[in-house]
C-alpha cells in the first residue's frame, strides 16, 4: 500500500512536469534553464518519495488464508477476517513492526499452489505437520495452537465405543483414509504404539465424505475418523451438511494436534521471526485466552506425547 502511495504521488509530479513543458513550448515562454530547473525539481521529488519508504524498512508480507472453517478462521457478520487461527497469526505479526501483512481468502487448493510459487509468502488452514509439506514448505518450529481429532461414531454403539482401544475391542472397522492425509497418520502411530488394540486401518486415495457418513450409517464401518471442528461444523450446527444425522451420529475426542502456518522456502526469515513471536504469545497467555474465546476451553489438554505426528 505504501509502495502504491509512493508511486502515484511521482506519477502527479511527473504528470505536472510534462504538462509544464508543454505549455512552455505552446505559448513561447519560459527559457531553457526554467525548463532544466522544473526538470530537477521533479528527478528530486522522484527520489526523494523512493527513498523514504526504503528508509521505513517495513515488508510487506501476504498470508493466504482458507476462511471457512469456523471457529479457526471465517469472516464475521461485519465481513472482518477473524477466527481462533487468524486472531493467532494477527497478533504475532503485530509483535514484528518490521513486516506489514495483508491477508488474503482463498481456497485451500490456491493456498498450497500459492505458497509453493510465491504468489503468497506463507499462509495457514489449520494445518498439521506432515513429511510431504515439510519437503515442500517451511515449517515453523512452534505451534500456532492446536485442532482436535477423535472417532465419529453410530449414537447407538456409544455406550460400547468411548476410546481406541475400545473401538478396536468392537471391531476396529474404521472408513478408509487417505495415506497423504493425517489423519491417516494418526492411526498408524495409534497401531504402532498399541499392537495390542489395532485399528483396521486402510487405505484409500480418495472418496466423498457423503459416502463415508453413509458407509457409517449403514454399518458398512464402525468408526471415521474426522476433526472437532468438522463434526461441530457440519453436524451439529443447524445448517450443517449433515445436520440431518445429528442424532444417529456421536463424535469422541481422541487428541489434539498441533497446527502450523506455512511459508514459502525462501522465507525462513519471516518463519524465523513468528517462531519467535509465537513463542511470546504462548508465555505471556495471548493464545490461551483466543483458545478460551473461541473455544469455551484450553485445547492443549488433549495434546499426547504423539501428537506432533513427527
Same mark, same amino acid.
Given at each position: ?23 512552455? +513550448?505552446?505559448? $513561447?515562454? =519560459? ?14 521529488? +522522484? ?9 521505513? /524498512?517495513? #515488508? ?41 501483512? !495483508? ?10 499452489? =500459492?505458497?509453493?510459487? $510465491?504468489?503468497?509468502?506463507? /499462509?495457514?488452514? #489449520? ?7 515439510? !519437503? ?19 449414537? %447407538?454403539? &456409544?455406550? !460400547?465405543?468411548? +476410546? ?7 471391531? $476396529? ?11 491417516? #497418520? ?9 499392537? @495390542? ?21 449403514? =454399518? ?7 476433526? /472437532? ?7 451439529? !450446527?443447524? /445448517?450443517? &451438511?449433515?445436520?440431518?444425522?445429528? @442424532? ?10 498441533? #497446527? ?12 524465523? &521471526? ?13 493464545? %490461551? ?6 473455544? $469455551? ?9 504423539? +501428537?506432533?505426528?513427527?
Amino acid at each position: 500500500m505504501k509502495n502504491l502511495f509512493r508511486k502515484n504521488i511521482i506519477n502527479k509530479l511527473v504528470a505536472l512536469g510534462v504538462v509544464g513543458t508543454l505549455a512552455f +513550448s505552446a505559448v $513561447g515562454c =519560459g527559457n531553457a534553464e526554467q525548463q532544466t530547473n522544473t526538470q530537477n525539481s521533479v528527478e528530486q521529488s +522522484s527520489a526523494e518519495a523512493e527513498n523514504s519508504g526504503s528508509d521505513t /524498512g517495513v #515488508t510487506t508480507v501476504k498470508i493466504a488464508r482458507v476462511f471457512t472453517s469456523p471457529p479457526y478462521n471465517y469472516n464475521d457478520e461485519n465481513g472482518k477476517q477473524t477466527g481462533f487461527e487468524t486472531e493467532v497469526v494477527r497478533a504475532a505479526f503485530e509483535l514484528l513492526p518490521q513486516y506489514e501483512v !495483508e491477508f488474503i481468502d482463498t481456497t485451500d487448493e490456491d493456498l498450497l499452489t =500459492g505458497i509453493q510459487t $510465491g504468489k503468497y509468502d506463507l /499462509g495457514f488452514k #489449520t494445518a498439521w505437520w506432515t513429511a510431504e509439506r515439510a !519437503e515442500t514448505f517451511i515449517i515453523p518450529e512452534q505451534d500456532s495452537g492446536v485442532t482436535t481429532v477423535g472417532l465419529l461414531i453410530r449414537s %447407538e454403539d &456409544a455406550d !460400547e465405543i468411548t +476410546s481406541f482401544e475400545t473401538f478396536s475391542q468392537f471391531s $476396529g472397522k474404521l472408513v478408509p483414509l487417505a495415506p497423504s492425509n493425517a489423519q491417516y #497418520t494418526v492411526v498408524d502411530l495409534w497401531n504402532q504404539n498399541n499392537p @495390542d488394540y489395532p485399528i483396521d486401518l486402510q487405505p484409500a486415495e480418495s472418496f466423498d465424505t457423503t459416502e463415508a457418513i453413509t458407509w457409517l450409517l449403514e =454399518g458398512r464401518y464402525d468408526g471415521h475418523i474426522v476433526t /472437532g471442528h468438522y463434526y461441530q461444523k457440519n453436524i451439529v !450446527e443447524e /445448517g450443517g &451438511a449433515y445436520h440431518q444425522f445429528a @442424532d444417529q451420529l456421536s463424535f469422541f475426542i481422541y487428541e489434539a494436534i498441533p #497446527t502450523y502456518p506455512l511459508f514459502n522456502s525462501e522465507n525462513q526469515e519471516i518463519a524465523d &521471526a513468528y517462531d519467535e513471536a509465537i513463542a511470546q504469545l504462548k508465555e505471556d497467555g495471548t493464545i %490461551e485466552a483466543l483458545e478460551l474465546e473461541f473455544f $469455551g476451553e484450553d485445547l492443549y489438554q488433549y495434546v499426547s506425547e504423539l +501428537s506432533s505426528l513427527h
